[in-house]
Structures are given as structure tokens and as C-alpha cells.
């Protein structure tokens, strides 16, 4: 197919008008098409910007990513558990910024400039932290696969309670035989926001596992 002519628009209006559909119809509407036709362009225009759908989608999450703060080089004042620390709430804290976010960077490999930024920062934490750097690359991994897992449920229950009244004042419960679950009903206000403690539960091993 060949590219049509450009148009008065940028690669950034293009992106913008993507992140647009996405959070107003879903990701399956954020296609080639569906923006081109937001713009007033044809697909075959759209092309000239971005060859693919997958060329488009890696833009949005490298713009989804671009405001996560990361840094290889450790503060003075921080230790390396703070800056894994900083840098994994910094992610989870993006991602709850968009909906459909966690669709998004779960649509391709992470391999953009930003993304492969953030994944540096966390391997130097832990390469400064006297880990190998094959084993400092599987840590880095693993907290990303955390966060990712943390962020997926937060929207899983933004999804679930857009309105953010209580499970049990939306009458959209799929049961509600608390009896047949006494821990998970013993424990539910008590549990609070764990993505600190269980991050800090996943940087114990590997502690132990660089001593």
C-alpha cells in the first residue's frame, strides 16, 4: 500500500487522538482506521506517520512511559531499596493514569527508548547492590512483572467500581455468601494497599540472594 500524502498533523496529534479512543471506546477501537477517521485522514494516510498498528501502539506506550522518572544513578541520600522502590510506584502511578494502559503495554515487547530507560534503572539498583548482572536482569524483570500484576488489579477494580462506592452498594457482587470465605472476609480491611510490603517481600530474596 502505498502512503498518501501528509496531512497538518504530527505524530504526536496522531498519538494523542489513539490515547483519546482508547480511554473513550477501548482498545480494540484504537485502530489504524478508527484514528485516521477521528483526524479526518484516510488509513492510507495515516501510514505515513506510522507503517503499522504495532508501530502506532509502541508509540503510545513510549508516550505513556516518557513521564515515568527514572534514574541510574542512586541518590546520595537513597538506598537501593528506595530506588526500586521510587521507580515501581512512579510505574504503577502511570498506568493507573490511563484506561487501557495496562492493555497497552501488555500489547507488544517493551523495547522503547523509555521502556528499555526504566529497565536500566532497575538493573543498576541491583547491580550497585553487588548483584550479577544476569541475576540483576531477572530481578529487574520480576519487579516489573510485580508492578504490572499490582496495576492490572487496581484497574481490574477501578473497572469493576468507576463510581468508587463499596462492592457491596453496587449490587454488581457476582456472590454474596461471606460465610463460605471467612479469612478473605476476616482480613479484607485489614490487607489496606499491600503493593509496598509485597514489593519489599520480593526485594528480601533477592537480598539474600546478592549476599
Request: no cysteine; charged share 20%.
Amino acid at each position: 500500500m502505498r502512503p498518501g500524502p501528509r496531512r497538518s498533523v504530527s505524530q504526536a496529534d496522531i498519538v494523542d487522538a489513539a490515547f483519546e479512543i482508547l480511554e473513550q471506546k477501548g482498545f480494540a477501537a484504537a485502530s489504524v482506521r478508527g484514528v485516521a477517521a477521528s483526524l479526518g485522514l484516510t488509513p492510507t494516510a495515516l501510514y505515513t506517520y506510522f507503517p503499522s498498528k504495532n508501530a502506532l501502539l509502541r508509540a503510545m506506550v513510549e508516550q505513556l512511559l516518557s513521564t515515568v522518572a527514572v534514574d541510574t544513578e542512586r541518590r546520595a541520600d537513597a538506598t537501593w531499596r528506595d530506588q526500586v522502590h521510587a521507580h515501581a510506584a512512579a510505574l504503577r502511578a502511570r498506568l493507573a493514569e490511563h484506561v487501557g494502559a495496562i492493555v497497552l503495554v501488555t500489547s507488544g515487547p517493551l523495547d522503547g527508548p523509555h521502556a528499555l530507560g526504566l529497565n536500566e534503572a532497575l538493573v543498576a539498583g541491583f547491580v550497585a547492590d553487588g548483584m550479577p548482572h544476569a541475576d540483576a536482569a531477572r530481578a529487574a524483570h520480576a519487579v516489573r512483572a510485580y508492578v504490572l500484576g499490582v496495576a492490572a488489579l487496581d484497574a481490574a477494580e477501578r473497572a469493576g467500581d468507576p463510581a468508587g462506592a463499596p462492592p457491596a452498594a453496587t449490587g454488581d457482587t457476582l456472590w454474596s455468601d461471606a460465610a463460605a470465605y471467612p479469612l478473605t472476609e476476616a482480613t479484607t480491611s485489614l490487607a489496606g494497599d499491600g503493593f509496598g510490603w509485597g514489593l519489599d517481600r520480593l526485594l528480601d530474596g533477592f537480598e539474600r540472594l546478592a549476599a
